[in-house]
């Protein structure tokens, strides 16, 4: 019989999903400490223009991965709310099994 009740270790999860949010946080502090940047003279004094789309490629393959780390980081904290909203349901569950309805 389905009693709508989902099993599984809540406080172990929850601490599996707070260790990946706090691993995000550090990911996003170290990436947007090291910012890629490419000197003009760098690639050759003729080149000037081609370090520049080469800073400009870098810069957005940069920023594509702060979208990354966000969205890990937001994965990780609206996992978190719906399992708080899955224990909430479970003792609802819980408490209307106890209530005999």
Do not use: W
Not at 2 to 20: I, P
Not at 84 to 91: G, L, M, P
């Amino acid at each position: 019989m389905n009693t709508g009740h989902v099993d599984y270790d809540h406080d172990s999860a929850l601490s599996a999903l707070a260790n990946l949010d706090a691993e995000a946080t550090e990911l996003a502090r170290v990436h947007a400490a090291a910012t890629p940047h490419v000197p003009a003279g760098s690639v050759g004094r003729d080149f000037g223009r081609q370090a520049r789309r080469m800073h400009e490629v870098l810069q957005r393959v940069h920023a594509l991965g702060q979208v990354r780390i966000d969205a890990r980081q937001a994965q990780a904290q609206a996992s978190a709310e719906q399992l708080s909203a899955i224990a909430h349901a479970n003792e609802l569950v819980a408490q209307s099994f106890k209530a005999g309805r």
